[in-house]
């Protein structure tokens, strides 16, 4: 998984390719990062829906909360024995899909780094399978 991923195709195909039932008219972001829209795709009632909702869940510490400063958005998660996603990860009603078609890693020395982009083969749309807050 990465911070940064990208869908270069259409509301219609996505809508089409995931089989949605209900979907908003909804801007397609061409990149997403921590904190700017990106879509899921999830079930509920029987029906797979299309959402559009900031990328990452709200982190808050305590250092934070004492400090007056907001939640900052957390994209990726690497440690699920961390306390903050025990009632999250378990329960299916949290999985959802994140469509994509490419996405980006940095690459190279610190101070000087790109992204390299990449994509599957023969696979014109993807998903990842995440956990999210919409239930």
């Known amino acids: 998984m990465s911070r940064l991923f990208a869908v270069t195709k259409s509301l219609e195909e996505i809508v089409t390719h995931f089989a949605v039932d209900m979907a908003p008219a ?6 997403t990062v921590e904190g700017t ?6 079930e509920k009632d029987g029906l ?21 400063e907001p939640p900052s958005r957390i994209g990726l998660v690497a440690d699920l024995t961390n306390p903050l996603w025990d009632r999250i990860v378990v329960h299916p009603r949290y999985r959802c899909l ?6 980006a ?3 190279g020395v610190k101070g000087a780094k790109t992204r390299s982009w990449f994509s599957k083969n023969r696979q014109p749309l993807m998903a990842w399978v995440l956990i999210c807050a919409e239930s």
């Open 26 to 31: 909804v801007k397609v972001p061409s990149e």
């Open 37 to 42: 829209p990106g879509l899921i795709v999830l």
């Open 48 to 68: 797979r829906l299309l959402k559009s909702i900031p990328w990452g869940f709200p982190r808050q510490t305590r250092d934070m909360r004492r400090e007056g």
């Open 98 to 103: 994140i469509p994509l078609t490419h996405f």
């Open 105 to 107: 890693n940095p690459d």
